[in-house]
């Protein structure tokens, strides 16, 4: 019955995991809030501090490096103003300090809707890698690159490749590679905590401008925040939302094979130019039931590891990514928090039921093979004693032939 503790292990890990529910950022978890700053599309932006000093607040993302240069030239870092003036790296230095001791994830950015961030070629490739961490994360330390924030490091890389338009961007899946070369290298922050690599991606499978990296066996993601919006395929088009297209991906074909998944959305519909925008209420019982979905298809029993190309059960749901921080309140992020972190406890109680269903069904069919084993046993002693019982009286009876026989002919009896 190994099946079974294993299972009763797993179901166990769950129940303690949707006990918790106040925990920060946890990429175990279906409930986590990601918000873009740094842009502020609405013109009100307030201090990164601000948006960290939320509860319900997981991963911020530091939006644009809006020019990479595969030269000696330094990446180009664009901040828009705050609600305290023009954005001052120093000072968002300390607030990524803060960030951190917050529990937070925050990340940097490279794209957006404008250009001046193309890969060219392999070698401006493997040099913007370099760059990105000699500025930004582990390396450069010395005096030898310009790091807007100092000696800190940030938890990783997000890439919003938005150009060139409709072309496959050939030479990403080089720069993730080699970044994750000098993550590897360098044995990640301190060595011990490990950088991550994310994209935001358009919602239509496979976006074009990331079809080679989702292709490319070297391209490492651990999550994608999916903008599903100024697109078709938007939860407002219900016939073509296709996070599930999106899922498939990360369960049978993704090189992470615990690969999270965010729903990208504006915070406001004057947050997307091209649509897409759905009223908070129904973001929310679309996220329940994409939850639902995907929690449905896991296979408690086996266990919290990783899936696998053959394990077409793992739930890549992550959390809502919104665009940007600037239209989002507190009361609205404590709300998303709250109703993530219901329905992922709601889906995981209701497969777990279901998986207590499906192992007692496979416990009762145990029991009954099991038991025609026996009989069959039962039956074979059976045939073998009365085997051996025949095979007995043969042997006595070739003995008495032989010996018996002879002496009765000879008087010796």
């Known amino acids: 019955m190994a099946f079974v503790q294993k299972y009763l292990l797993a179901l166990a890990v769950s129940v303690l995991s949707i006990s918790n529910l106040t925990c920060g950022y946890d990429l175990g978890r279906?409930?986590?809030?990601?918000?873009?700053?740094?842009?502020?599309?609405?013109?009100?932006?307030?201090?990164?501090?601000?948006?960290?000093?939320?509860?319900?607040?997981?991963?911020?993302?530091?939006?644009?490096?809006?020019?990479?240069?595969?030269?000696?030239?330094?990446?180009?870092?664009?901040?828009?103003?705050?609600?305290?003036g023009p954005t001052n790296p120093a000072e968002v230095a300390e607030d990524i300090k803060y960030c951190r001791s917050q529990g937070k994830k925050v990340l940097i950015s490279i794209g957006g809707a404008g250009t001046g961030y193309e890969l060219n070629s392999p070698a401006e490739a493997t040099a913007a890698?370099?760059?990105?961490?000699?500025?930004?994360l582990g390396g450069g330390k010395g005096g030898s690159y310009q790091r807007p924030f100092g000696d800190i490091e940030l938890d990783g890389v997000d890439l919003d490749i938005e150009s060139p338009v409709g072309q496959p961007g050939e030479y990403w899946p080089i720069f993730i590679d080699h970044l994750r070369s000098l993550y590897s290298n360098e044995g990640g922050r301190d060595g011990k905590i490990d950088y991550l690599i994310t994209a935001s991606p358009q919602c239509p499978f496979p976006d074009v401008i990331f079809s080679p990296a989702l292709k490319d066996k070297r391209s490492w993601f651990d999550m994608l925040f999916i903008q599903f919006y100024n697109n078709h395929c938007t939860p407002s088009n219900r016939d073509s939302f296709n996070f599930n297209e999106w899922a498939e991906w990360a369960r049978s074909a993704s090189l992470n094979p615990t690969v999270k998944l965010f729903l990208g959305a504006p915070a406001s519909p004057n947050a997307a130019n091209a649509g897409g925008y759905v009223p908070l209420p129904d973001l929310l019982t679309l996220a329940a039931e994409t939850i639902e979905d995907c929690e449905n298809a896991r296979v408690f029993w086996r266990g919290t590891g990783a899936a696998t190309a053959s394990n077409s059960t793992y739930n890549p749901f992550g959390g809502i990514a919104f665009w940007d921080a600037s239209w989002t309140t507190s009361e609205m992020t404590a709300t998303v928090k709250t109703s993530l972190s219901a329905s992922w406890a709601r889906a995981a109680a209701a497969a777990s039921v279901n998986g207590m269903k499906r192992l007692s069904r496979r416990a009762t069919a145990v029991v009954k093979q099991a038991t025609v084993a026996v009989s069959a046993v039962a039956a074979a002693r059976q045939i073998l004693s009365r085997g051996l019982l025949a095979c007995h009286r043969v042997y006595v009876l070739l003995v008495c032939r032989r010996v018996c026989t002879p002496l009765v002919r000879s008087g010796g009896w």
């Open 30 to 84: 279906a409930d986590n809030v990601a918000l873009y700053w740094g842009q502020s599309s609405q013109g009100t932006q307030e201090p990164l501090e601000s948006y960290c000093a939320r509860e319900s607040v997981d991963i911020v993302i530091i939006s644009f490096i809006a020019q990479l240069v595969g030269n000696e030239k330094a990446p180009v870092l664009h901040l828009a103003s705050t609600t305290n």
């Open 129 to 136: 890698a370099d760059q990105i961490w000699s500025t930004f």
